[in-house]
Structures are given as C-alpha cells and as structure tokens.
C-alpha cells in the first residue's frame, strides 16, 4: 500500500475543508502520542494493513456504487427505495443480519468477538432535493454531476466500502458494528432516524462514527444546536377596501420579525456564534385581499445551548407582540392569532478533546499526513454529542462542492484514503480480536 506525499495530503486537506467546512473557525489539534501509538500498531498489523489494500483496490466499485445509489432519489422522509438497495448491499457485502427499523433506518449487523458494545457507523441515506428532481449523474472526466452525489450518497458508500474490506480481508473485531443507513437527516427531517436509534427503544450505539462533509482532515466532535419554527399569523381575511380595518396578518408578521431582529441583533452581536433568518414567507391570495393566514419558517442556530434557549424566547416573545400590537389597530372583526409549531429541533453540545474516539480519528487522520481539525456543525452525530455519547462525524473524501444545490459536484480525488481512514477508526474503537487460542 502506497501513500501519496505529505505536501500532496496537506493540499487534499485544505482543499476538502474549505469546501466543507461551517462559518466557525476550524481548531487543528494533535492527538495524545498513547493514540497516536496506538493507531499506528493497529495499521501494522497484517488484517488491517490486508483491509486496507482492499479498500484502495475496490474504488472502482465504489464509484459504480456511487452512481447507482445517487440515481434512486432519496427526497426527505421517501427514502424508502433507495434503502432497500442499500439493505440488499449490506447482504451482499456480509453484514449477519440486516433489518429497517419502525423509522425506516436500514443497518447491517457485523458481529463481534465479545459483542460487550456496539459502535455505529453510518451515513445519511436522505437528500435535500424534492420529489421529482431529476438525479441522473452526468459525468465529465473524472467529476460526477448530479443532485446529492456528495452529500451524502458518497457517505453510504465509504460506509459500505469499509464492510467490504473487512469481510473480504476477515477483520474481526471484539465489539458489534452497525452499518447504518439512517433517515431524516436533512431539513425538516430534523435527525429523525438518529433520534429513534437514541430512543430508549432504539438500539444506542455505544459509539457513533458519522460520514458526512467533504475532505479528510474535518472532525466534528462539536454539534451546532437550531430550533426552527413555522409560525402562521391568521385572522378573518377580507377585501382589500371592504374589509379595512380587520386585524391584517402580514402587517402582524411584519411587526412580529422588526421586534424580533431589532433584540436578535443585539443578542448575536457578543458571545457564542448563533444565527437566526427568516428563511421562507407566504400567504395571502391577491392583491386587493386582506389575508386570511401569512406564515413564515425561521431557522435559529447557536454554538450554546443556553444562548439558542435565549434566542428561541426572544423570537416568540416577538411573535406574540407583533399580533397583539396589530390586534390593538384593529377597527371591527375578530382578532387574529399567532400559531407558533416547532418544526425543528436540532440539539447542540460538544465532546472533551480527550474522549476516546476524538482521540481515534486525530491520530487516524494524522497517520494519513493529515493535521486534524476539530469543528462544529450540525449532522447526525449532534444526538449522541448532545447526551454525551462519544461521536465523530468525518469527511467521505474526494474533492466536491455545491452541496444542496442542483449542480453539486464530486471528484474522484484519492477518495479511498477517506475509506481507509474510517477503517481504522471503526476497527480501533470495536478493538481488533486477537487469534483464538
């Protein structure tokens, strides 16, 4: 097995991260020299020196799989076709059992020696695009277009990829391992597989491993919280002229998000990073028509659970007092209401830097020349972080960019360094069984 230089692995690197990486500054870490010896005793050994080997021949399967799975669309909570064709893979490939649980997760059981834990490693199996769109990958020399071809079709082929290379090179491991195709990762799906998984139903990986975002040296161990609204302002409605002077609910939203930036500016302007926006607007049926309903989703993030909790009380506060200063104009009808629904509700937290699987997938990505970076961002793996259960998310390789857009592209660029390195990752945290005696 041969490794390109460590120049080349710093370009690939910074390449990937600015592609991939949230607004909030990257912060390089080295790993403690106990894990970094400890990953690179496990990368000498003959098994996964074996599986790694595999995993740099097997690319050009990797790449067909790639294809193939980007065009099964996978629209938020519909993605049910291109499950089954992930399930049938993880068969395929010799997962022990493989089921779709009640939230329509797809995981693949890998048995270990003990069994004592179970480490997940997945990647999200749904898209941003709708129903409809078309998700066929045109490809112009080594660089595949298409709808969701990175994110994260490409992280469901690193996760099947590296049971691939273990069954073929017959890791064994002590610990169970769950390859995972999970459910309601983007938008309004609001992690709804992982939230399941974490359930006291749910099976609750003992350790989460997550492929999500571009480039190798990216590591999320820091989840970015957001709650999200859809409120909806709605009165009696009328005619323009006739019914003037009844409580109007875009002049109630109007007023409702100038209080709320004029205390949400202030608020964002000093301590941990948070966000809001007002991303979608409607209502309202003509111009002469006073609208019956106007709505409005808005989309709040912050680094701190308590400053999101700050924000989140601002904003409806706000709410309420743009209707009820409209109400206070009106000249005759009833007054109209503010329905406030929670549409999302994303938690935020962040792991110690000394926590086992941080360690892990420093000292893994530095064995691949690469300086890791620890980062936040908000994926699957803010469930687990959020109750303090060891979790990492890492990159899926390659070289792409304009995720969620229809022109997102990805590049072939040694991605199977990405394969590699979550090999090692896994197989440190489940434990490499030793020879039976």
């Known amino acids: 097995m041969t490794f390109p230089t460590r120049t080349r692995f710093h370009l690939l690197a910074i390449a990937g991260a600015l592609m991939s990486s949230t607004p909030a500054a990257l912060l390089a870490q080295q790993p403690e020299p106990q894990y970094a010896e400890e990953i ?22 990797a790449l067909e799989r790639l294809i193939e799975l980007t065009e099964i669309p996978a629209p938020p909570f519909m993605e049910e076709v291109r499950g089954r064709r992930f399930a049938e893979l993880l068969t395929e490939l010799g997962a022990d059992s493989v089921w779709t649980d009640a939230e329509g997760n797809v995981i693949g059981l890998r048995r270990g020696r003990t069994g004592a834990r179970t480490i997940g490693f997945g990647g999200h199996l749904d898209t941003v695009f709708p129903e409809g769109t078309d998700v066929s990958v045109r490809q112009v020399g080594d660089t595949l277009f298409a709808p969701g071809v990175g994110d994260d079709t490409r992280g469901l082929v690193v996760v099947l990829s590296v049971l691939r290379a273990l069954e073929e090179a017959a890791v064994e491991t002590d610990d169970d391992v769950l390859f995972v195709g999970v459910v309601g990762e983007e938008g309004l799906g609001d992690l709804r597989g992982m939230k399941y998984l974490y359930r006291d139903q749910g099976l609750q990986p003992d350790v989460w491993i997550d492929v999500d975002g571009g480039g190798l040296s990216r590591i999320v161990s820091m989840g970015l919280g957001s709650v999200r609204y859809r409120v909806t302002f709605a009165g009696p409605g009328g005619h323009s002229w006739g019914a003037f002077g009844t409580a109007n609910p875009a002049h109630a939203m109007s007023r409702a998000v100038r209080h709320f930036q004029d205390v949400a500016d202030t608020m964002t302007r000093s301590g941990p990073r948070t966000s809001y926006n007002v991303g979608r607007i409607g209502g309202g049926t003509s111009i002469n028509s006073v609208p019956f309903e106007t709505w409005m989703e808005v989309d709040m993030r912050s680094e701190s659970p308590e400053s999101l909790a700050r924000i989140e009380q601002t904003f409806l506060a706000a709410m309420d007092r743009g209707a009820e200063e409209e109400n206070e104009l009106r000249r005759e009808g009833e007054p109209l209401e503010a329905i406030k629904d929670k549409i999302g509700d994303r938690p935020s937290g962040e792991l110690p830097v000394s926590t086992p699987v941080v360690q892990r997938a420093l000292a893994a990505t ?19 972080i959020a109750m303090g259960v060891p979790a990492v998310t890492i990159g899926r390789g390659g070289q792409g960019s304009n995720g969620h857009a229809p022109d997102e592209f990805w590049v072939n660029v040694d991605a199977y360094l990405a394969v590699q390195r979550a090999l090692v990752i896994v197989v440190a945290e489940a434990g490499l069984a030793g020879p039976i005696s």
């Open 40 to 61: 690179r005793g496990l990368m000498a050994t003959q098994a996964i020196t074996s599986a790694l080997d595999l995993a740099e021949a097997h690319d050009d399967w």
């Open 366 to 384: 530095g064995e691949f020349g690469v300086e890791g970076q620890l980062a936040r961002s908000s994926t699957d793996s803010n469930v687990p």
